[in-house]
C-alpha cells in the first residue's frame, strides 16, 4: 500500500495562500490518482480535488475552483495543492488520498471511492482567520 504523508498547513488570514503537498512513498506514485478532501469537526470528509496519475485531468469542488490548484510530479511522487484567496470557511483538516488506477482519464471523486485499496494520509490542519 502506498504511503501518504501531508505537509504544508497552518495558520492564515483571509485572502492569503497556503501550499500543501504530499509525499508518497511504497508503491510506484504515477500508477495512483490522487485527491484532496477536507473535513470539519462533525461533518463527513468532503472532496475538495482530484487529479489523475499523470496529471492529464483535474476535477475541482465547485467552492475551490479559480482559487486552489492541484498538480503533481511523478519524478518526486509528490501531489501539491496550491491555496489561494482563502476564506474561513476553507478552515478544515486536509487529507491526501490514492487510489490506483491504469486509466489518466479518470478521477475520483466519491469518499466511497477510496472504501477499498485507498490510501490515506494522517491530515494537516489548514485554519483561515476572517
Known amino acids: 500500500q502506498v504511503r501518504l504523508v501531508e505537509s504544508g498547513g497552518g495558520l492564515v488570514q483571509a485572502g492569503g495562500s497556503l501550499r500543501l503537498s504530499c509525499a508518497a512513498s511504497?508503491?510506484?506514485?504515477?500508477?495512483?490518482?490522487m485527491d484532496w478532501f477536507r473535513q470539519v469537526p462533525g461533518k463527513e470528509r468532503e472532496f475538495v480535488a482530484a487529479?489523475?496519475?499523470?496529471?492529464?485531468?483535474?476535477y475541482y469542488t465547485d467552492s475551490v475552483k479559480g482559487r486552489f490548484t492541484i498538480s503533481r510530479d511523478n519524478t518526486k511522487n509528490t501531489v501539491v495543492l496550491q491555496m489561494n484567496s482563502l476564506k474561513p470557511e476553507d478552515t478544515a483538516v486536509y487529507y491526501c488520498?490514492?487510489?490506483?488506477?491504469?486509466?489518466?482519464?479518470?478521477?475520483?471523486?466519491?469518499?466511497?471511492?477510496?472504501?477499498?485499496?485507498?490510501?490515506w494520509g494522517q491530515g494537516t490542519q489548514v485554519t483561515v482567520s476572517s
Open positions: 488520498a490514492a487510489k490506483a488506477t491504469s486509466s489518466d482519464k479518470y478521477v475520483f471523486i466519491r469518499l466511497a471511492d477510496f472504501a477499498d485499496f485507498g490510501a
Open positions: 511504497g508503491r510506484t506514485f504515477s500508477n495512483y490518482a
Open positions: 487529479i489523475s496519475r499523470l496529471g492529464g485531468t483535474t
